[in-house]
């Protein structure tokens, strides 16, 4: 069965970087995108990203980029996700969650992590 | 920065249907996709490509669109349906993902 294991919560101070692994298991990892999805305590979903495991191509959003990397390391099936120059306001959970199917044009996902907390406090 | 636009909340009493809409530019461009979300818990996938039902979703969740807004229904809403809903989707250009802003479903 398929299955996506994060690395545990963190807690950062401000200016700090943060890097969370996904670990996949039970499918081709290189067959399907992986995105990274945040929310934040009692906000909604926010998409920050996604990596072809097969090519290493990312995708960031506009508000994320200059700060976030995602990489991938296919020999242990295990994507990551690093944001740097962290703020108050990027304490959030963060999940990674998987494609529902192969493809550049496809969007929808179907099988998520169980999500690391990471919080930015002085 | 492209956009979702979702209303903030929607009530309705068990039995009923519930509707929950997502307006944007690029969805006539864009397949839309719908998640669950309870609290403590990550997001389910209930609807994918604007109307299709992944296996083990009930019948009742279904999706439409039209133009710029598309449409998830629920029909003969439960209390356990009570949750927060989002839309997602892509920019015209099929370069970044979005969410709606989300839609918190209460079951009176």
């Known amino acids: 069965q398929v299955q996506l294991v994060q690395s545990g919560a963190e807690v950062k101070k401000p200016g700090a970087s943060v890097k969370v692994s996904c670990k996949a298991s039970g499918y081709t990892f290189t067959g399907y995108y992986m995105h990274w999805v945040r929310q934040a305590p009692g906000q909604g979903l926010e998409w920050m990203g996604r990596?072809?495991?097969?090519?290493?191509?990312?995708n960031y959003a506009q508000k994320f980029q200059g700060r976030v990397t995602m990489t991938r390391d296919t020999s242990i099936s295990t994507a990551y996700m690093e944001l740097s120059r962290l703020r108050s306001d990027d304490t959030a959970v963060y999940y990674c969650?998987?494609?529902?199917?192969?493809?550049?044009?496809?969007?929808?996902?179907?099988?998520w992590g169980q999500g690391t907390l990471v919080t930015v406090s002085s | 920065s492209y956009e979702l636009t979702q209303p903030p909340s929607v009530s309705v009493s068990p039995g009923q249907t519930a509707r929950i809409t997502c307006s944007g530019d690029?969805?006539?461009?864009?397949?839309a996709y719908w998640y669950q979300q309870k609290p403590g818990q990550a997001p389910v996938l209930v609807i994918y490509k604007d109307s299709e039902r992944p296996s083990g979703i009930p019948e009742r969740f279904s999706g439409s669109s039209s133009g710029t807004t598309v449409t998830l229904t629920i029909s003969g809403v439960q209390a356990e349906d009570e949750a927060d809903y989002y839309c997602?989707?892509?920019?015209?250009?099929?370069?970044?993902?979005?969410f709606g802003g989300g839609t918190k479903l209460t079951v009176l």
């Open positions: 969650a998987r494609a529902q199917y192969s493809g550049y044009d496809y969007w929808g996902v179907d099988y």
């Open positions: 990596i072809n495991p097969n090519s290493g191509g990312t």
């Open positions: 997602q989707s892509a920019d015209s250009s099929g370069t970044y993902g979005v």
């Open positions: 690029a969805l006539p461009k864009q397949y």
